[in-house]
């Protein structure tokens, strides 16, 4: 049995990329996943992948999965997939705040007053404030049951330019989130973390490569790592049993994965850019912090 046999997550943005990667990982852990976006069956997006196709890899490696259309910009959406999670599973040990909407213009070379207030605001509130609202339904279940775990994915983007200025508020503001949850989460038995992962060869960022000037001559590939692999940090911290000792911190997820022996699914070592990317701002408590 995995280590996360009997536990329940919940993912968003578990269609592809980083979402379903997590997703998988959980799954080789043996927990049940209920994988929510909005693309449901094959086919629904121009890129690949769907809720169908993630539950049916999720099944086959071991979990079990439970497919759940969201819309991040609909509050009832939102607050209908924790309902369904109470009451089909009478708890849930992890939520993954995954999901975030990456418009077009989101990686254009423009400024931000010549792009639509449209599309940066859709970043903030798929990104943000969505995230802030699955939490809050997350920890109305946790609390009560004594554990669990709420992870948001960051990035080195939280203090180093990145494309987009709402993309990297939205970012810092994820690692500011969980350390202020942290902080309130403090003897509930529930940890907040907020993640840095670098780059991911998800669909779309295979897609930038070739679209996106300048973007493939300034990646180093030995850098990049598999969707999976947040997952598979994301899974040894759920069954960490010390997991409190790291709430409220915002964490490299190299650098967990060398801490706790673990490599991408290829096996490869996936390095920490910390030194040219820029450092976590926020550590485990409720005060301390670190200058970049």
């Avoid at 070379?109 to 404030?129: N, S, V, Y």
Wanted: aromatic share 6%; hydrophobic share 40%; net charge negative.
């Amino acid at each position: 049995m995995g280590t996360l046999a009997g536990r329940v997550a919940v993912v968003t943005g578990a269609s592809r990329g980083i979402g379903k990667g997590v997703a998988c990982a959980l799954a080789d852990e043996g927990a049940t996943v209920y994988v929510t976006g909005r693309t449901v069956g094959a086919g629904g997006h121009v890129l690949p992948g769907s809720l169908e196709e993630t539950v049916a890899e999720v099944n086959a490696r071991g979990g079990r999965g439970v497919a759940v259309a969201m819309d991040l910009l609909d509050d009832a959406q939102i607050a209908a997939v924790f309902e369904q999670v109470r009451r089909e599973e009478g708890r849930l040990d992890v939520l993954v705040n995954n999901a975030m909407a990456i418009p077009d213009s989101m990686t254009q070379r423009t400024g931000f007053w010549e792009k639509p207030l449209a599309d940066e605001w859709q970043i903030w509130h798929t990104g943000m404030r969505a995230a802030f609202i699955a939490a809050w339904h997350a920890a109305r279940i946790m609390v009560p049951q004594g554990s669990g775990l709420i992870a948001g994915l960051s990035g080195y983007v939280g203090v180093t330019y990145t494309y987009d200025v709402v993309f990297g508020t939205t970012k810092t503001a994820m690692d500011r989130m969980m350390r202020d949850m942290g902080h309130e989460l403090r003897g509930t038995g529930v940890s907040a973390v907020s993640l840095w992962q670098g780059f991911t060869y998800t669909e779309r960022a295979m897609e930038n490569l070739k679209t996106v000037p300048g973007m493939a001559s300034q990646l180093n590939s030995a850098v990049g790592s598999s969707p999976e692999f947040p997952g598979r940090v994301i899974a040894v911290l759920a069954a960490d049993t010390q997991l409190a000792a790291k709430s409220g911190g915002t964490f490299v997820n190299a650098e967990l994965a060398a801490e706790y022996g673990l490599t991408d699914r290829d096996g490869r070592t996936i390095p920490s850019l910390r030194e040219s990317r820029g450092a976590p701002l926020w550590e485990p408590g409720s005060t301390t912090w670190r200058m970049p």
